[in-house]
Nanobody
Framework: QVQLVESGGGLVQPGGSLRLSCAAS????????MGWYRQAPGKQRELVAE???????NYVDSVKGRFTISRDNAKNTVYLQMNSLKPEDTAVYYC????????WGQGTQVTVSS
């Protein structure tokens, strides 16, 4: 069973940057389309960025131009570079497969506050 471990979150001031990482166990990682999701307090979990097996990328409008998703299949890892962070980006961030979801990891907390 594939396990997902997110890391890289923290407290950052508005306008700052963070780079999240998600390490996945299992040799079939490269066959998955992967995404980064986030869940803010009192809100539903939402998909913010996705990267297909062929590298095609999509973002939710609220993060376009600020976030960059990438993957390293040799390391079974997907990344989310977050720049120009805003208070409304505060949430727990998770990675997961697109489509048939895997078991959720513990997520990583991102707090944007002055």
């Amino acid at each position: 069973q594939v396990q997902l471990v997110e890391s890289g979150g923290g407290l950052v001031q508005p306008g700052g940057s963070l780079r999240l990482s998600c390490a996945a166990s299992g040799s079939i990682f490269s066959t998955y389309a992967m995404g980064w999701y986030r869940q803010a307090p009192g809100k539903q979990r939402e998909l913010v960025a996705e990267i297909a097996r062929n590298g095609i990328i999509n973002y939710v409008d609220s993060v376009k131009g600020r976030f960059t998703i990438s993957r390293d299949n040799a390391k079974n890892t997907v990344y989310l570079q977050m720049n120009s962070l805003k208070p409304e980006d505060t949430a727990v961030y998770y990675c997961n497969r697109i489509g048939i979801l895997l078991r959720w990891g513990q997520g990583t907390q991102v707090t944007v506050s002055s």
